[in-house]
């Protein structure tokens, strides 16, 4: 679990890899995140570390967030909450 304060950004890191190299996808509550970058969120790929940021964070962002890799040999995911709270 991740706990955030409001109004600051979150961060998930979820490292991949794989041959083929795994497509990876983003869900929050088993909805898939935008593959895009968006005023919410942003993805990013660096080697094998897959990134989700979550931008000016709200209680709308409270949730559970699943990284899901997949090629031709398999599938393998991680799964993280985030819980935003008015103090640490």
């Known amino acids: 679990m991740k706990f955030q304060l409001p109004n600051y950004d979150a961060k998930f890191l979820c490292r991949v890899n794989g041959l083929p190299a795994p ?3 983003w869900t929050k509550e088993g909805k898939v995140l935008p593959g895009r970058d968006t005023d919410k969120y942003q993805v990013k790929r660096d080697g094998d570390a897959c990134l989700l940021y979550i931008r000016n964070c709200t209680t709308e962002d409270n949730g559970k967030f699943t ?3 997949k ?3 398999g599938e393998n ?3 993280a909450g985030l819980e935003i709270v008015e103090k640490m």
Do not use: G, K
Request: net charge negative; hydrophobic share 35%.
């Open 71 to 73: 090629n031709s040999a």
């Open 23 to 25: 497509d990876v996808v």
């Open 77 to 79: 995911n991680c799964t």
């Open 67 to 69: 990284c899901t890799a």
